[in-house]
């Protein structure tokens, strides 16, 4: 088959516009399906811009979603669907909302795609339904049908190296990105690695990476692993392994967690064989939210760690969340404080974003937090929920704030007098991103104030109609146990009547409030209540003394 794999590019600009890295999932798949004897394009979005049209003799397109780019990939599949082609989308995104993928695509491949896409393209070929491949979902007739899931693949040997060559444009200058690893021990809430790719690590052999790194293009590596020192002992051999082979990379980079700088020997290693800068997800400095991600590091841990990376001369790109139910609006004011205290190079003010698929988003979506479903919106730099102790417009504003703050002309200009090239090449690129960011989503406060009112006007009809249901009820379980009122009884019935119609009137002003008016509903609800449960109380020690 003439197949042609689409990776959509990220919406509107943000901070990895810059940083136009390929995710290895597409050059992988292409690896395999051209040793199967398929002819094999693939088209990066972030690389390529050009008119889908060109791909009009394809046999078969598959496109690959995160969250932020499955409206993309719906819309690439729909305009392919339209000319006939047979369209199947994987990814993370739509390995957890298969059925809304199913609306624009034939099959969704869901999970691990490199045993079950071939497989699938195998049934394709035959003119059959993929009815036994595991983790294809896909519609026969009026059913829908969703595989169970396979075993992820243990044996990452077995893979070929990723393909770049098949892509439609050079991949550039940019580093080149290997994988040692799969699957994350750390059950963060608000992260999708867990559930996409297991708790268990899996390593490819020492043997394996070093006969790839001896083959890549360019001395510049990128580790794509989510935690490139999730086992310490591994890692360590495979270094030693480099320097022993002399594989001299010219610079390499890799995410870590913090405690990477308790192993002595292991950082000492790292800066050997070349690594120059990592990206830490530090998270928060807020021990409370660092609970409720479940990151099991410490404030105190994170500080240390940038003595020992400034130690060996290692950049840090720090990466912090902000919007946890303990997080408030001086979160971000805090958490700026402490990147600049401890001489963090770069970071990432994140928003928190509840992610299908998440322990984080089925929380939220389930409490009714969930202000915006525009999957386009979820790429950390929009407010797409209500925290608990802020706004979403506050949120958005104290977030974006500060890294307005963090990166600024003046530090530009200051490490430029100072012949500090590189911190100054980050922060005018920095200050040139936001800038353009917010002029681009200049339109999206006034978008979220709207989002914000209604969230928070449902919010407080399902309260006002929880409070009316439990005194009807109440009422209604007076007349039945006390059919002869006594005063006191008769008393609780009428102050409930009162806020019966209290509520009747707030339900009404909710559909015209503004943001400072439900402050005031709020407040009122808030004393309703109050009364409610002491009447609810009362009237239930009453029901009790006359039984």
Known sequence: MKITLIE????????FSRFMLPRLGLPLLGAILRDQGHQVRIHLGSLNHDDMARFADSDLVGLSTTTSTAPEAYRIADLFRRQGKKVVIGG?????????????????????????????????????????????????????????????????????????SLLTVPLGKVDIPIQTSRGCPFPCNFCSVTQMFGRKVRFRSVDHVIAELKQIPRPEVFFYDDNFCAKPEYTKTLLNRMLAEKINLKYFSAQVRADMTRDKELMELAARAGCKQVYVGFESVNPASLKEYDKRQTVEE?????????????????????????????????????????????????????????????????????????????????????????????????????????????????NLATLKLWQASRAFMGWYIIRRWKWENRGWTTRLLALSLKAKRADLERKLKGVRAQLEEGLERMKNSLPDLPAKAQEIRRQSEHILDEIRVMKSELMSALEKDLAIIEKRLEELMATARRLLDELQGLSGATS
């Open 302 to 414: 994170i500080a240390a760690s940038m003595e020992v990376f400034r130690a060996f001369n290692i950049r840090v790109h720090g990466m912090f969340v902000i919007g946890s139910d303990h997080d408030n609006a001086a979160t971000a004011r805090q958490t700026l404080r402490f990147a600049r205290k401890h001489g963090i190079h770069t970071v990432q003010f994140m928003m928190l974003t509840p992610l299908p698929g998440t322990e984080y988003f089925r929380q939220l979506d389930s409490e009714g937090r969930i202000i915006c479903r525009d999957w386009s919106l979820y790429d950390a730099h929009h407010a797409v929920f209500v925290p608990k102790s802020m706004s979403p417009m506050r949120l958005q504003k104290s977030t974006i704030g500060a890294m307005s703050r963090f990166y600024s002309a003046t530090d530009g200009v200051k």
């Open 92 to 164: 993370v995104h739509v390995s957890f909302m298969p059925d809304e993928a199913l609306e624009h695509a034939d099959f969704v491949v869901r999970g691990e795609a490199e045993d079950s896409f071939p497989a699938l393209i195998r049934h394709l070929i035959a003119g059959t339904m993929p009815a036994g491949v595991p983790g294809v979902s896909f519609r026969d007739g009026s059913k829908t049908i969703h595989n169970p899931k396979g075993p992820l693949i243990d044996d990452l040997d077995r893979l070929p190296f990723p393909d770049f």
């Open 8 to 15: 959509p590019a990220p919406p509107g600009f943000h901070v």
